[in-house]
């Protein structure tokens, strides 16, 4: 049974340019979760999909925005990147967007760096 | 929306039981205590959830008081492997905005 996977592992980018952060959620799960990771910090919640469309989201500017397909397996894209956009980003996977408390499942992480 | 406060770090030896306590003072009646650990340029992994009392599972326990303003995640017999960084989490559901990560709580096991 595949865990959360995450694609790519490193990503290099330059100031202003645009990336797309790939994930796909535990088998079973239909939840999805975004969450951007600085160094030394815990984790900040991005956006969360559900039913294809975006159901809670963060603090965080319009630049972030995310996708998620029939298959459940999701994208996060980032406009106009900032040298600030630097972090490890972290998707994760539960059985259910609400209600009963539940797991979530992550996967190992995208590092972006911003040049 | 319910803060939590962690120790910024603790360190310990191996065999040693080791106890990491969160205060959560604005927890609501319907929130949930939660903690992850995660090891470097790793994700989060769940480790443990309650509401109240105490829950114990195959990896560790955890303490919740009556008034349920702070709980304390108690590893038994840690190992070097246990070397990671510890969150505790309050909120509806162990996903979405309403639930926060912290700085979390460094732990350093030692030979």
Known sequence: DAGVTQSPTHLIKT??????????????????????????????????????????????????SGHQFPNYSSELNVNALLLGDSALYLCASSPRPDGLPYEQYFGPGTRLTVT | LAKTTQP????????????????????????????????????????????????????????IPADRKSSTLSLPRVSLSDTAVYYCLVGPNTGGFKTIFGAGTRLFVKA
């Not at chain 1, 975004?34 to 991005?46: D, E, N, S």
């Not at chain 2, 003072?25 to 105490?54: C, E, H, L, M, V």
Request: include cysteine; proline fraction near 5%.
């Open chain 2, 8 to 63: 910024i770090s603790m360190d310990s030896y191996e065999g040693q039981e080791v106890n990491i306590t969160c205060s959560h003072n604005n927890i609501a009646t319907n929130d949930y205590i939660t903690w992850y650990q995660q090891f470097p340029s790793q994700g989060p992994r769940f480790i443990i959830q309650g509401y109240k009392t105490k829950v114990t599972n195959e990896v560790a326990s955890l303490f």
């Open chain 1, 15 to 64: 100031r202003g340019q645009q990336v797309t952060l790939r994930c796909s959620p535990k088998s079973g799960h239909d939840t999805v979760s975004w969450y951007q990771q600085a160094l030394g910090q815990g984790p900040q919640f991005i956006f969360q999909y559900y039913e294809e469309e975006e159901r809670q989201r963060g603090n965080f500017p319009d630049r972030f």
